[in-house]
């Protein structure tokens, strides 16, 4: 199978569309080889591209992630606490072949819900540790936040 691919340069959105604040974030990952500045300065942050469930086109989003021991990805589909899934959780469901940038470095992966119980509650307690702005969301929202398992395929 094939990765998806992103666009290295993609359209602007308006200043005050949803997404616009993202494609900043994007571009200066790219041109820096995945530092950014603001508050995700210092962070652990990736670029994740989904193929999009309806549109099937390329849909690329930054997101933090927590390197697991076995060399997977964890990632938070916490939509900034919002009462629903991103958008890029619903296009793992329908095709979980992603595209993730690291650094300077950009493979391919496949994505993997980590199911409810002892597993997520183990690796939502340890990530939430780290960034308590995880455990926030959660308490904001009634809908369980997903997390995802990113595994490199190359």
Same mark, same amino acid.
């Given at each position: 199978?094939?990765?998806?691919?992103?666009?290295? $340069?993609? &359209?602007? /959105? *308006?200043?005050?569309?949803?997404?616009?604040? =993202?494609? +900043? %974030?994007?571009?200066?990952?790219?041109?820096?080889?995945?530092?950014?500045?603001?508050?995700?300065?210092?962070?652990?942050?990736?670029?994740?591209?989904?193929?999009?469930?309806?549109?099937?086109?390329?849909?690329?989003?930054?997101?933090?992630?927590?390197?697991?021991?076995?060399?997977?990805?964890?990632?938070?589909?916490?939509?900034?606490? $919002?009462? &629903?899934? /991103? *958008?890029?959780?619903?296009?793992?469901?329908? =095709?979980? +072949? %992603?595209?993730?940038?690291?650094?300077?470095?950009?493979?391919?992966?496949?994505?993997?819900?980590?199911?409810?119980?002892?597993?997520?509650?183990?690796?939502?307690?340890?990530?939430?540790?780290?960034?308590?702005?995880?455990?926030?969301?959660?308490?904001?929202?009634?809908?369980?936040?997903?997390?995802?398992?990113?595994?490199?395929?190359?």
């Amino acid at each position: 199978m094939t990765s998806v691919q992103f666009d290295p $340069a993609p &359209t602007a /959105p *308006a200043e005050d569309a949803p997404g616009a604040y =993202n494609l +900043q %974030v994007i571009q200066q990952f790219r041109e820096n080889g995945g530092k950014v500045g603001g508050p995700f300065e210092g962070a652990a942050l990736i670029l994740l591209t989904t193929r999009g469930a309806k549109s099937g086109l390329a849909r690329t989003v930054p997101t933090l992630y927590f390197r697991q021991a076995d060399g997977s990805l964890l990632i938070f589909g916490s939509n900034g606490g $919002a009462d &629903t899934h /991103p *958008a890029w959780f619903h296009n793992i469901k329908v =095709n979980p +072949q %992603v595209t993730v940038e690291a650094g300077d470095e950009t493979y391919s992966a496949v994505a993997r819900e980590v199911p409810s119980g002892e597993q997520r509650d183990r690796l939502f307690a340890e990530a939430s540790a780290e960034v308590q702005a995880f455990a926030d969301y959660q308490a904001g929202t009634e809908r369980e936040i997903p997390l995802v398992l990113l595994s490199r395929r190359d």
